[in-house]
Every structure is written in C-alpha cells, then in structure tokens.
C-alpha cells in the first residue's frame, strides 16, 4: 500500500521559510516524477513544482511561475523523500500543500497518489 506522508506546515510570517517534507512508503519513487501542488480556501488546487527522472543520476525541477524563484524542490531517494523548501513566503502562498506521485518518469498528466496534505499559513 503506497502512502505520501506529509509534513513541515504551519504558521510562518511573511519573508519566512518553510520546508515541508513528504515520506513515501511502499514503493520506492526513486524513478519516477514526484510534485507538489496546493490548495488555497475557496480555490482549486493548483500546480506548485515537480521533479522528473531524467535517467541516471539526473533529476529536473519545473516551478510554477508564482514560485519559481522562492521555492526548491530536492529529493533524497535513500530516504524516499521528496521536500519543497520555500522561502520569502508570502501571505497568498497560504493553502495546503500536497504531494504528489506519478507513475511515469516525467511528470505527464495527472500524478497517481496522493498525499493528505499539510497547512502553511503566512501571516502578514
């Protein structure tokens, strides 16, 4: 049974960091695409960043344009974890934040598991 778990959130203020951290069990993600995606009340979820496998050691990262900049996405794959390191937070980053698993190496369509999720609030 595969299972995204994540954590990190909570109350930070504005220009903070945050890194959140998502531990998959079950399987192992190391070839395959992994995201983060959040969000906000009353709005839809949205896309944040991915990392794709590229082959080999290589792993690329694609950002929303809202975050490009502020957030990184990193994984360590002995520790089956994928985290998402966001700085120079902003109160409009505030929404629950998702991780993500795709059964492909790239991030193509729509990712196959899904993690409960996590707050971060930036308060202003």
């Known amino acids: 049974q595969v299972q995204l778990v994540e954590s990190g959130g909570g109350l930070v203020q504005a220009g903070g960091s945050r890194r959140l951290s998502c531990a998959a069990s079950?399987?192992?993600?190391?070839?395959?695409?992994m995201g983060w995606f959040r969000q906000a009340p009353g709005k839809e979820r949205e896309f944040v960043g991915t990392?794709?496998?590229?082959?080999?050691?290589?792993?690329?990262?694609d950002y929303a344009d809202s975050v490009k900049g502020r957030f990184t996405i990193s994984r360590d794959n002995a520790k089956n974890t994928v985290y998402l390191q966001m700085n120079s937070l902003k109160p409009e980053d505030t929404a629950v934040y998702y991780c993500?698993?795709?059964?492909?190496?790239?991030?193509?369509?729509?990712?196959?598991?899904w993690g409960q999720g996590t707050q971060v609030t930036v308060s202003s």
């Open positions: 990392v794709s496998w590229g082959g080999g050691s290589t792993y690329y990262a």
């Open positions: 993500a698993a795709y059964l492909t190496a790239q991030a193509i369509g729509v990712p196959v598991y």
């Open positions: 079950g399987r192992t993600f190391s070839s395959n695409a």
